[in-house]
């Protein structure tokens, strides 16, 4: 379909920025978006702590997770219009100084208030961190080469939450919690120094009204709807009421904020354009890449619960006992985005979707008498799979849209993620709980490890249902045309 043509005088550029700067914007901002990504998973493990020194729940426990969680779902959005608004610098100093000052209030919080404000305050620099990455990195980069720069975005994306289980780990068998935040504190204020002075802009800003009632619908839709699935796992022991009730109030506030950013782009003036769901390049991997993280991070709730109640693990062996899959879809992200870049998508998709969903059928026959070298196997298996997965996908999806569509297609796809994320820890909870309750007949130990087997299995069953869809999507997916008319990319 046509898209709209931006006329807003652009002006200020210059030259084309050398291959050295470039690399070095790009390679600053990956780390910098590793570090706060890194984040997002890292409290899970310490939350036994935590509630001994604080004094507090589980469930309290459990909101230094879901604050970050919404908080990123409620931010993103509005990341479209910032990267449109503001130049390079400046938003990326503003997310720098939000996660290091979130981090260093978290590092020195006398009780658990101050430490979810800091949390919080984390959160909203790391949802602007990765849009601005992956609208950077579209601007600089040609076509041609854009795979081999977000295979390493995916690991970003895909290995840092997938190995903050395992540092934090690392980090508590030696140290107290707030290590958790006094080892990132320095990296974090070192990054923001040197983007500072090393970060160059590389956009000329187009002046938008900010539409306010878009962001308040913004943000009771993403947030309710995140909340929702999020409550889900705990409807159990706190009734249906409130998830539900959540996800009633997000569905209907997504509705009436589809409706006004349909209004709005007419002129330009959208927080989040969707005319980005007009091109099918971006609409189809954006779907698979939903079911992906799906799958995802619906193993990654799964497999730690798994090793410590039914195999008996403890945290750190189960964090060390992960590692290796994190490790091996860090090291062949680069590689997929070079293959990427000479044969296209399908070569990776097809296959990988399909190595992603025999896992997921290996790992809904487990029991209490499983191996746990079958665990450590399926892992790295699956981690091979999604790094055959992300990187096409992120790729194809951004590479067609416009270059005026580059800020709001990355908010979408940091949006879909947190959504696919959110809804994937919520179904394999949930299946995960059903499963049990439906085998905690036994009582006793061995019981509840046999009860617990079988909620994995369910969960890990339709799993694998599940990621059947993601083979027939992937197999859809096309190398993205080149827009035309895109402008040399400027650095000033």
């Given amino acids: 379909m046509s898209q709209a043509v931006d006329s807003t005088p652009r002006t200020g550029s210059v030259p084309r920025p050398s291959a ?67 130049n390079t610098r400046p938003v990326f100093v503003w997310a720098m100084s939000l996660f290091s000052a979130g981090t260093l209030i978290a590092l020195l919080a006398p009780g658990f208030t101050m430490l979810l404000l800091g949390r919080i305050v984390q959160a909203s620099g790391t949802a602007i961190m990765m849009p601005l990455l992956m609208t950077t990195v579209l601007t600089l980069i040609e076509p041609a080469h854009r795979g081999r720069v977000m295979g390493n975005i995916s690991i970003v994306i895909s290995v840092a939450p997938a190995i903050g289980p395992t540092i934090s780990g690392l980090i508590l068998n030696a140290f107290s919690w707030r290590w958790l935040f006094g080892f990132v504190l320095p990296i974090a204020v070192a990054a923001l120094v040197l983007g500072m002075v090393k970060v160059r802009n590389v956009s000329t800003p187009r002046r938008a009204p900010l539409d306010v009632l878009s962001v308040v619908l913004s943000a009771f839709a993403f947030g309710g709807v995140v909340y929702g699935l999020s409550s889900i796992g705990e409807a159990a022991t706190t009734g249906p009421l409130v998830p539900v009730l959540a996800l009633v109030v997000g569905v209907v506030a997504l509705g009436l904020f589809v409706f006004r950013q349909t209004r709005l782009q007419r002129s330009d003036n959208a927080l989040l354009d969707l005319r980005t769901f007009r091109t099918r390049g971006f609409t189809i991997p954006i ?37 290796p899959g994190g490790l091996v879809m860090g090291l062949l992200s680069p590689v997929v985005g070079r293959i990427y870049d000479r044969r296209g998508p399908r070569v990776l998709l097809v296959p990988g979707s399909i190595i992603v969903s025999a ?92 009860a617990t087997a079988s909620g994995v299995k369910t969960a890990f069953l339709v799993g694998a249902v599940i990621s059947l869809f993601g083979i027939a999507t992937s197999a859809m997916v096309r190398r993205p045309a080149v827009p035309e008319g895109a402008p040399a990319p400027t650095m000033h």
């Fill in 287 to 323: 779907v698979a890449m939903a079911l992906s993280f799906v799958a995802m991070f619906g193993t990654l709730i799964l497999l730690p619960i798994y090793l410590e109640r039914v195999l008996g693990l403890d945290v750190l062996r189960v964090g060390l006992l992960l590692l």
């Fill in 20 to 86: 050295g700067e470039t690399r070095l914007v790009i390679g600053l901002l990956l780390v910098s978006a590793f570090v706060v990504i890194l984040n997002e998973t890292i409290m899970g493990v310490a939350l036994p702590r935590l509630m001994d020194d604080l004094g507090i729940s589980a469930a309290t426990g459990q909101w230094l997770t879901t604050g970050f969680l919404l908080t990123m779902a409620v931010v993103i959005p509005i990341t479209g219009f910032l990267l449109q608004r503001f």
């Fill in 359 to 450: 896992v997921l059928w290996a790992l809904s026959t487990v029991g209490v008498h499983t191996s746990v070298w079958f665990v450590l196997g399926a892992h790295v298996v699956l981690s091979i799979g999604l790094a055959l997965t992300f990187t096409p996908l992120f790729t194809a999806a951004l590479g067609g849209l416009p270059p005026k569509l580059y800020s709001h297609g990355s908010a979408v796809l940091g949006t879909a993620q947190q959504l696919a994320g959110a809804a994937g820890t919520a179904l394999f909870v949930t299946l995960l709980t059903i499963g049990a309750s439906g085998a905690a007949a036994g009582g006793g130990a061995s019981g509840l490890a046999a």
